[in-house]
């Protein structure tokens, strides 16, 4: 997944400037795994619902995301390099 697709489907679940959890089920498991691989890719923190069922963890905890924060409006998954508030 190149940049500006990954900003196109970003910005297909978005509500203004923010991204709207509810509309993170109208992608594809596959686009959802396409975006995850493009954020580890470029060692940002993921929001957790972004994460299709069936992900493969292992090698998403071998790429160190190991730690899980709950914020204020998303979960996230990120590694510990990675403040998240």
């Known amino acids: 997944m190149k940049k500006r ?12 400037k923010f ?8 992608l594809s498991d596959e686009i959802r795994s ?5 954020i580890v890719r470029n060692r940002c923190p993921i929001v957790a619902e972004l994460i299709p ?5 292992s090698w998403l905890r071998c790429m160190a995301y190991m730690h899980k924060t709950t914020g204020k ?6 590694t510990s390099e990675n403040r998240v508030k």
């Open 5 to 16: 697709e990954f900003n196109k489907h970003m910005k297909s679940i978005c509500t203004g």
């Open 19 to 26: 991204l709207d959890i509810k509309k993170i089920p109208t």
């Open 34 to 38: 396409d975006m995850v691989y493009f």
């Open 53 to 57: 069922e069936g992900f493969d963890w």
């Open 73 to 78: 409006d998303y979960n996230w998954i990120h």
